[in-house]
Structure formats: structure tokens, C-alpha cells
């Protein structure tokens, strides 16, 4: 199959930008202790009953070969000639070998139950701590690669924990027997086979780095694929209607291509430690057929020992070649625990102190200090911005695209903390404020509103997930969305898919007025919430705004007119600087900036009525 096809270079432009790089780190073990250190909830349950069972195995392994080579073929055939003694023995055999086979049952059973603990407390641990980052987070990376490190980087961990850790434990123990039985049985033949080894392990160390980064890069690679295969359904509609499926496929096939390029180059290099143990293992067993010979005739070594030592030789590079399995599985884990351990290390940047206050009951009284703010730590935001929201009064943000109308609202929320100035409510500076009892009592609802998978009922409750059925209901009746939620095929119990596919985007708007208003908070901030919705539909808002804004602190950032006008106080923001503030018939007098956009919008709305 041809897999070696170029794309336009314009249409992979778009992939030059990542925050996802090789982590250039050295292999250490203190890093991999780090990822071993999520055994310890199991040290004293799975972890030791597996240990039980590689020992009762291990040791069962490592009596056989002697019982078959010096007690049976030695001392019960050619010494003794005793078949009872030679019965004797198979049946002790026989029963080991059951006791073996007893014993793997239960450490592949157990080993599974460690591994899969540890995957899953992992991916716990990495999706809580993610879910505590600030937005800067979440605005430098793409949702696909937040996904790969997650789900992707944690389930390249499972074979390691499931087999790997346990695997690692057994083939040492097998290997440090076998070697001891072999300087016992033979040191001379021992030393004659075993010469290859200082070869093989500095073959082995040159290789290393390079199949670690191998595996890291792809990877990143594979973040990339799942990066777009995210965007490209989300945006599967812009797509069309732009007629850029062409561009979209090939563009794909270039990520698609470098995933698979990048998969062949680390599973070319990790092929490399099978077919070196195996050369080894060839060489050994010529030197063990040539010198042990040799022995044998001299009579330094007894053919049951010769057959002992076989036996043994086999069992020493079965591990030996498990280990280099294992040490690829190593080598995978390590590029994938070391970006799970960058995003584990990430710090929000909206720290809570440890003696952060909580609020209960606030007013709703709002300021802002000579605030100034900065994304990018270049260009400002806001620019010493002073005002007061008092409880209860309704606050319009307006201005041009950029102005900062935004960034007023992310302070409030504490999103973002400001980079001079403070922000209070109630008078308390807001990084005194625990992040949670604050957002508790702040409500956002967005121009784009976010619709889950799950039922109307499961949407609207997420504003308060011990609200009652009734009182879903209730919040539903007071902002007006009763009426069409009835009219679905199973009213709030109605599937809504992913996004809130089946529903307007008036509908979808309705639905996080109700979820705002059963959270019933002291704050609301509309964040441009009205900008998709129809004219019809915009009465049936405007209703639904009198019941929700009722007795709260409500920041209202919108261009429409009919939002705006009945505030008690309008700011205007210019280049992140309040330039008016006022009601709307005073700025309307004024004819200042705020009248310019009003007239402006009046022209527009008559152009295309």
C-alpha cells in the first residue's frame, strides 16, 4: 500500500504550531519510581499475593531441571537403576507442574486487577488535576491532545502495569537463580557461554535513547491526529459549507502519514532487542554443544548435569529476552509517563491560598482597583480600570470587538487573576476568596452555550445537581423553556445528543438560562448571550432576563439595544480603558462613543430590514 504521499506544504502550515514536544529528559529510575510510586494503595492486598504466586512459580521452575537431570537421569538411571525412585520423582514433577499452573492462574489474575487499579487511578489523578488548571491551560492546547495525554499516554501504561512490573519481578528472580545454579552446576561452562553478554549489553545502552524519543515522537505525533479528528467533527459543518473537504482530507492524510511514519520508526528500532537476544541465545547454545562436550569427556561434567545446565541455559535468555520485551514496554512507559508527569507538574496559575475564606450570603457588591491585565504578558487588556458594581444593579459592558468587555468578566470569575490592581467582592480581594464557595455564587451564560450529552433534565440540573425533579421543573417554568421542552417526544427526559444537536440555538439558550437560575446565584454575567438569537425568540428572552436578573449583580456584555438599555449603569471600553459610563438616556445625550454604536447599529438593522 502506497503510504508515501506529500501534501501541499500550505496545507500543513496549520501544523506547525503545537505546544506538544519530544520532552528531551534522561531516563531515570526516579521518574519511573514516581510511576511506581501508584502501587503503593495496593502493597498490602494485590502486590503481595502476586509476589506469593511469582515465587511459588519461579521457585517450582527452578527445582525441575535438576530433578530431571541429576536426580533422574543421574542418580535414578545410570547410578541406581531404581525405577520406583525414577516414579518417585516424575510424580514429585508432575505434581510441581500442577502447582505451577495453580499458581499462574492466580498471579495472571491478580496482576490484571493491579494493573488495571493503577490505570485507573492514574487516569483519575491526571483527569482531576486537569480539571483543576487555570484557562491559560486550556487556551494554549488543543482538546485532542488534552484527550491523547489522558486516555492515549495512560493505556500505553497498562501493559507495563498489568505484566510489565510483575514480569520484571519474576524474570530477575528466574534469572538470578538460574545464573547461581549455573556457576553450581558448572562455573566453566557457565563463564564459556555467558562471554557474549557485555556485547549484547552495550548494544542494548547505545540503542536505548534512541527508541525513547522514537516513542515520544510518536506520540506527539498521535496527539496531533486525534487534535484534528476532534476539530474536524466539531467543525465538520463549517467544513462543508465552505466546500473544504478536500483540503480537510488531504491535510488529515499528512497527519495521518506522520503518525504512521513516526509508529514505523519506533517499532523498527524497538525490533532490534528480540533478534539481538536470539543471536545471543544461538551463540551460547553453540558454545554450550562444543565446550560442554568437551567437558563431558574429560569428565568435569556428567550428562545429567549436562542436561541440567540446558535446561537452565533455555531458562536464562527466556528472561533475558522477556526483559528486552519489557524494557521496550519500559521505554514506551517512559515517554508516555513523562508527558502525563508534564501536565501532572503544570501549576494553575489562579492559585487559592491555603487560608482562602469562604463566602456565604454575599450582597453582590462588586469593584474593580486600577485593575490592568495581560494575556500574553505583551499587549494590555485592561488598562487601570476602576468601577463599582453595587448589589443588586444591573451592569452593561459595550465597546468594539477587543475592547476588554471579556476580560472583566474572567477577572470576576477569577479565570484569570489581575496582573496589577485587585478585584473585591463584598470588599474581600478575590484571591482571598476559596475558588470554590466564589464561583458558587457567580453564574455564566455564553453566546455559545454548552449542551451535554444526557437528557434536558440532566442539563438544567447541572446548575445545582441536588436540585429536585420539581425544582428543574420549576427553574425550566420561571425562564419560559417549559413550553418546548413539552412539546419534545419525552419532555425533560428528552436524549439532547452531543452539543445539544436536536435543539435551536434559542432553545439551547433557554436551557442555560433555566441551568442559571437554579443555581440561584448572588452574580450573573451574560456574556454576549443574546447575540445568536432571533427576534421571536428574543422576547420570549427578555422575559426570561427580568426573572433571572431579579435581586442580583448582573454583568451584561451585549451590542444589542434592548439588552442594554434598561441597565442601571452602561460602561463603554475602548482598548481596555472605560472612555463613558452612564445610563442609557445619559450617554444617549452625551453623543459619545455609546451613541456613535448605537446609531451605527440602528443603520445596520434598517439595511437589512
Request: net charge neutral; charged share 20%; glycine share 6%.
Amino acid at each position: 500500500m502506497e503510504k508515501t504521499k506529500k501534501i501541499n506544504p500550505l496545507v500543513l502550515e496549520r501544523f506547525r504550531y503545537s505546544t506538544d514536544q519530544v520532552i528531551d529528559k534522561p531516563f531515570n529510575w526516579k521518574q519511573m519510581g514516581r510511576l511506581i510510586g501508584y502501587l503503593k494503595p495496593y502493597a498490602k492486598t494485590l502486590l503481595p499475593a502476586s509476589i506469593i504466586t511469582v515465587l511459588i512459580s519461579t521457585a517450582v521452575r527452578l527445582i525441575i531441571p535438576i530433578l530431571i537431570g541429576v536426580y533422574a537421569l543421574d542418580k535414578a538411571i545410570n547410578e541406581q537403576k531404581n525405577i520406583t525412585f525414577l516414579m518417585t520423582i516424575v510424580a514429585i514433577i508432575a505434581a510441581l507442574y500442577v502447582l505451577s499452573y495453580v499458581a499462574n492462574i492466580y498471579r495472571i489474575k491478580w496482576s490484571y486487577e493491579l494493573g488495571q487499579g493503577v490505570i485507573y487511578d492514574l487516569r483519575k489523578h491526571v483527569f482531576t488535576h486537569v480539571q483543576g488548571l487555570s484557562h491559560r491551560f486550556f487556551d494554549q492546547r488543543s482538546a485532542g491532545s488534552i484527550l491523547v495525554r489522558i486516555m492515549n499516554d495512560t493505556n500505553s501504561l497498562q501493559e507495563l502495569f498489568t505484566n510489565g512490573v510483575i514480569n520484571i519481578f519474576m524474570d530477575l528472580l528466574m534469572l538470578a537463580g538460574v545464573i547461581v545454579i549455573l556457576f553450581t552446576l558448572s562455573p566453566q561452562l557457565t563463564l564459556a557461554v555467558l562471554v557474549i553478554l557485555p556485547l549484547m549489553f552495550f548494544i542494548s545502552t547505545t540503542l536505548r535513547r534512541s527508541i525513547r524519543r522514537a516513542w515520544q515522537n510518536m506520540r506527539i505525533k498521535q496527539a496531533k491526529l486525534n487534535s484534528h479528528l476532534n476539530e474536524s467533527i466539531q467543525g465538520i459543518r463549517v467544513t462543508q459549507s465552505f466546500t473544504q473537504e478536500k483540503e480537510n482530507i488531504a491535510f488529515f492524510d499528512g497527519v495521518n502519514h506522520e503518525n504512521y511514519e513516526a509508529w514505523q520508526v519506533a517499532t523498527k528500532k524497538s525490533a532490534f532487542f528480540r533478534p539481538l537476544v536470539e543471536l545471543t541465545n544461538a551463540i551460547g547454545t553453540a558454545v554450550l554443544i562444543w565446550f560442554g562436550a568437551h567437558l563431558i569427556q574429560t569428565s568435569s561434567l556428567s550428562l545429567g548435569e549436562f542436561v541440567s545446565f540446558a535446561f537452565y541455559l533455555g531458562m536464562f535468555w527466556e528472561p533475558i529476552s522477556r526483559l528486552g520485551q519489557v524494557y521496550n514496554q519500559l521505554l514506551v512507559g517512559m515517554a508516555s509517563s513523562e508527558r502525563i508527569f508534564e501536565y501532572l507538574d503544570e501549576e494553575p496559575i489562579v492559585h487559592e491560598k491555603k487560608d482562602a475564606i469562604n463566602i456565604k450570603d454575599i450582597e453582590g457588591r462588586i469593584n474593580f482597583n486600577q485593575v490592568e491585565f495581560s494575556y500574553d504578558d505583551t499587549r494590555k487588556a485592561l488598562k487601570g480600570i476602576t468601577l463599582e458594581m453595587k448589589p443588586g444593579q444591573t451592569i452593561a459592558l459595550v465597546g468594539h470587538t477587543g475592547s476588554g468587555k471579556s476580560t472583566i468578566a474572567n477577572l470576576i470569575t477569577r479565570f484569570y487573576d489581575p496582573t496589577a490592581g485587585s478585584v473585591q467582592i463584598d470588599h474581600h480581594d478575590l484571591r482571598d476568596i476559596s475558588l470554590q464557595s466564589l464561583r458558587h455564587q457567580i453564574s455564566i451564560v455564553l453566546q455559545d452555550t454548552f449542551i451535554f450529552s444526557g437528557t434536558i433534565m440532566e442539563n438544567i440540573r447541572f446548575g445545582n445537581p441536588n436540585a429536585s425533579n420539581e425544582e428543574v421543573k420549576a427553574a425550566a417554568r420561571a425562564i419560559g423553556a417549559d413550553k418546548f421542552i413539552n412539546n419534545l417526544p419525552n419532555g425533560f427526559d428528552t436524549e439532547v445528543e452531543e452539543r445539544g444537536n436536536i435543539l435551536s440555538v434559542g432553545e439551547r439558550q433557554l436551557l442555560s438560562f433555566a441551568r442559571a437560575l437554579l443555581a440561584d446565584p448572588r452574580i450573573i454575567i451574560l456574556d454576549e448571550a443574546t447575540a445568536s438569537i432571533d427576534t421571536e425568540t428574543e422576547v420570549q428572552i427578555q422575559h426570561a432576563l427580568k426573572t433571572l436578573l431579579k435581586g442580583r449583580t448582573s454583568i451584561i456584555i451585549a451590542h444589542r439595544l434592548s439588552t442594554i438599555r434598561d441597565a442601571d449603569k452602561i460602561f463603554v471600553l475602548e482598548n481596555g480603558q472605560i472612555i463613558e459610563e452612564g445610563n442609557h438616556e445619559y450617554l444617549m445625550e452625551h453623543k459619545g462613543e455609546y451613541y456613535r454604536l448605537i446609531k451605527a447599529q440602528f443603520k445596520v438593522m434598517e439595511a437589512i430590514g
